[in-house]
């Protein structure tokens, strides 16, 4: 399973300023951030799943687009996989004939170019022997993590959250964990703001970390531009132990 970071930034702003999006090999998504938009158009085309973590903009904002570039290049309908509250999000207030058409309707019902898969918190999806589990997560609408397992090793991927430790128990819980990427969006001036978002700074991630009982290379991801020094900093005075990095546009996981 090779992963490549499309995007992981909590903005915009610069070259390597792209929000969340991860490729895993070349047809499945993890959120859909700006850093979907530097796909050329043949790879999003090969697009077939895409797994979101929650309905929040940055981790949205290429789907309309990317939907309505490559429908008519495909034989079947890209599957967004995410749970009930965020698929009534989309409907709702994206896909509603008024922001954007609904490419669930599009051309028909029974063969609509988009359609939605509902999962729950612990369901696993196999796809082409590449197993793929909703982590529980605690953010300021209903969100998940993910967990991304080749068979060989596993990534685990927070998404969006503040402290929860339910999280941390199903982390605990994969025996060949190998890459934890963990989101901290803002630095500890800003707790006030990570606390009423439902985000982490370096002291509530070293609590959180805490829990961590497994061995894992760790990056951090939903830095906020303008802070990502100062935040990493604070980090590696925290727990520095855990040689924690940045997570970068353009990286790869190869496990």
Not at 68 to 76: A, E, I, Q
Not at 90 to 109: G, Q, Y
Not at 183 to 194: M, V
Not at 213 to 241: F, N
Request: net charge negative.
């Amino acid at each position: 399973m090779k992963v490549r970071v499309l995007g992981c930034s909590g903005g915009i702003g610069g070259r390597d300023q792209r929000t969340t999006s991860l490729l895993v090999d070349h047809d499945i998504l993890i959120d859909c951030g700006t850093g979907v938009g530097d796909l050329p158009l043949d790879e999003l085309a090969q697009i077939d799943h895409l797994f979101l973590t929650h309905s929040h903009l940055d981790h949205i904002a290429c789907l309309p687009l990317m939907i309505d570039t490559v429908c008519d290049m495909r034989s079947r309908p890209l599957v967004v996989h995410a749970t009930e509250p965020t698929i009534d999000v989309l409907r709702a207030h994206v896909f509603n004939w008024t922001v954007w058409p609904d490419f669930s309707e599009i051309p028909s019902v029974e063969e609509s170019f988009l359609r939605f898969a509902p999962l729950d918190v612990g369901a696993t999806m196999a796809i082409d022997g590449r197993r793929i589990a909703a982590l529980p997560a605690n953010h300021t609408v209903p969100a998940v993590g993910y967990h991304l397992d080749s068979g060989t090793a596993s990534l685990a991927f927070t998404g969006d959250t503040g402290p929860c430790p339910e999280l941390w128990a199903a982390i605990n819980a994969i025996g060949n964990l190998r890459h934890l990427i963990v989101e901290t969006a803002f630095s500890n001036s800003e707790a006030g703001r990570a606390e009423i978002s439902k985000h982490l700074c370096p002291d509530t991630l070293a609590a959180e970390l805490a829990q961590l009982v497994r061995p894992a290379d760790i990056y951090i991801t939903h830095l906020k531009p303008g802070q990502s020094d100062v935040t990493m900093r604070e980090i590696e005075q925290r727990i520095g132990a855990r040689m924690p990095r940045m997570l970068r546009t353009g990286q790869v996981f190869d496990f």
